[in-house]
């Protein structure tokens, strides 16, 4: 089983800084991108950035130029850094991986966070 844990939530004033991590961990074979999705009151799921094994990364528009992603390969670990925060950031924050696992190797699987909270004052 893999499991993933998120860390790094809080609440902060609009124009702040955080930084999320999430570790992946168990019988990984291997890890084939991970990312950051959130969620806001009230509203669906949206993605917020994602980065590939070979470093590639995508982000959501909203987020361009503030969030960063990225990941230590050896720690089995992604970060999302965000800085210049808004109100309109404020969301529970969910670690995805799309893992190959000992019981998956054809077909590797979605596997997700608890969720952290991010809460940004005005």
């Known amino acids: 089983q893999a499991q993933l844990v998120e860390s790094g939530g809080g609440l902060v004033q609009a124009g702040g800084s955080l930084r999320l991590s999430c570790a992946a961990s168990?019988?990984?074979?291997?890890?084939?991108?991970m990312g950051w999705y959130r969620q806001a009151p009230g509203k669906q799921r949206e993605f917020v950035a994602v980065?590939?094994?070979?470093?590639?990364?995508n982000y959501a528009d909203s987020v361009k130029g503030r969030f960063t992603v990225s990941r230590d390969n050896a720690k089995n670990t992604v970060y999302l850094q965000m800085n210049s925060l808004k109100p309109e950031d404020t969301a529970a924050y969910y670690c995805?991986?799309?893992?190959?696992?000992?019981?998956?190797?054809?077909?590797?699987?979605?596997?997700w966070g608890q969720g952290t909270q991010v809460t940004v004052s005005s």
């Open positions: 995805f991986a799309v893992l190959t696992t000992p019981t998956n190797k054809l077909k590797p699987e979605n596997y």
């Open positions: 168990g019988s990984i074979l291997r890890i084939n991108s």
């Open positions: 980065i590939i094994s070979a470093g590639g990364t």
